[in-house]
DNA sequence: GTCTATAAAGCGATAGAC
DNA sequence: GTCTATCGCTTTATAGAC
């Protein structure tokens, strides 16, 4: 990795939790001015497209790190269940247990859905599919995978909006818990 | 009910679809100035707090009407196993399959969050707790339930963040459809 | 009560100096 | 590359005519 590589990977960090704070709408140059560090002007210089490209490469990033850190571990270690574990530790790491909000679900809610559908889809699809083949490898059949591996994630997502209702990041840490002991059990 | 007050019912009624399609930041006067009908000068002089009265009246007429329409057939349903198919009818209707978005969720998420906390809270709470109320009436022991409750309306957040990731209402319906049946049965 | 006009501030985006 | 200055527009909110 080059050390521009790098500094944008800096950027697109910084950039991940100002529009995870006030999504996207919310999130106005003059916040993410301040959160980077960089003057508008830089930063249309790195991101000539504005705020729409500065999302987009966001949710490009966080999409990557899912891949990397969550899907492909899930479909290649060697004992799925194993497996299943270390997704729901690394998703309880990555939200803070509950403290920190999913930008791809706070981008589905919103009403720059349709702008961001393809990059969101995609995020979704992505970790059902790779849950859904770590249960296969578990002995479900084809079908029961597919809507078990939906439900855990939907389970996530619901979690993440109950923790933050109640402002309660047990809720959060125990949903997670119970789901996880769900799908292995039954 | 004055016609004063029906008056208001439909503003606020219009109010909150502008809410639930942008969010609180992305709601724009100009919106909701279109959505209502009225100029600028009659919102500020039905809401002379502005926006800000204006979400803030919007949540509390969602609440009332979970309150009348879920959270009090759920408590006083003489059969507590068909107020609950009841209550997931209802939220069903109210949410489109999962096309209409749920105010409360979003405004949980997003960074007005801080502003209407006691809200938000007071409607998942009352959610849950009459939602337990039921179950303790159908035999359940008081932690059992408050914690099945939890996780009903925990799923069905969920369900609106993926239907509408996956931009599918069959996701939401069919999601629903298994939380009550997991409910009654187990 | 409802409107139009307008204020004052903030918005995304651009130009141009360095 | 990074900044400051600024453009044109939109924002929330107010004033005042009717």
Redesign the interface.
Known sequence: MTKTEAARGDILAALAEVFR???Y??ATLALISEATGFGKGSLYNFFPDGKEQMAAEVLASIDRWFVDNIYTPLRTASDPAKGIAAMYAATDAYFRSGQR?CL???V????S?DIF?AK??T???GWVDALAAALRRLGDERGAARRKA??A??????????A????DSK?FSR?LA?SQKRLVKR
């Open positions: 704070a006030h999504g709408e919310g909000v791809v679900g706070v589905a809610l919103g009403a859905r559908a969101v889809k995020y979704f699809v939906e439900h994630v939907l389970e996530i997502q619901g979690a993440l909006v109950i933050r209702a109640l402002d809720v949903a119970e």
